[in-house]
């Protein structure tokens, strides 16, 4: 079988923090057997955001998702593991948590019904491009 070591961007948003899920999300990664490379709460500028939703500069939830995720402090983190992108996103589940599975953070932890689709507490890279770019816009000095 082909090891396959890669590292991910993993955000617990300003909804997963304030909620006091930060814990619960890294507790989560730890379990699954990946090894945090870098853990930092912060607040995020806006053109920091911009940068990294970036692929969604053209789409109407743009706006209110940089105003959202610029709300209060994030988690960022980086984590890496055999297959670490498709796995934390599995870990996450799928974007709305109204209807994220059970088992799955987003699934387990989220919900809708009272907040918008952005409050889905975490974010995952989804491609090794992706996430060695999310990577260097939020820790420059692990860039290889
Ligand atoms: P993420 O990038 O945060 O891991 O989530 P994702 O891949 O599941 O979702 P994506 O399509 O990349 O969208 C990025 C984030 O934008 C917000 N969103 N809002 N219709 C909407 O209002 C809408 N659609 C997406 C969510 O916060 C999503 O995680
Ligand atoms: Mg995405």
Redesign the pocket.
Same mark, same amino acid.
């Given at each position: 079988m082909t090891v396959t070591t890669e590292r991910t961007l993993i955000?617990v948003?300003p909804d997963g923090v304030a909620r006091g899920l930060a814990g619960e999300v890294l507790r989560r990664i730890e379990a699954k057997g990946y090894v945090l490379e870098a853990v930092e709460l912060r607040r995020a500028p806006r053109d920091l955001l911009e940068l990294h939703?970036a692929?969604?500069a053209n789409? &109407?939830?743009f706006a &209110?998702?940089v105003d959202?995720m610029s709300s209060g402090p994030v988690l960022a983190v980086v984590a890496s593991g055999e297959r670490v992108i498709e796995g934390f996103?599995s870990l996450?589940g799928?974007?709305d948590p109204t209807t994220a599975a059970p088992g799955t953070i987003r699934g387990d932890l989220g919900r809708t019904w009272d907040a918008?689709?952005?409050?889905?507490i975490?974010?995952?890279?989804?491609s090794v491009e992706s996430a060695e770019r999310e990577i260097s816009i939020w820790f420059p000095f692990l860039v290889r």
């Open positions: 955000l948003k939703y692929e969604h789409r &109407p939830f &209110p998702l959202f996103r996450a799928t974007t918008p689709v952005q409050q889905n975490v974010h995952g890279s989804d």
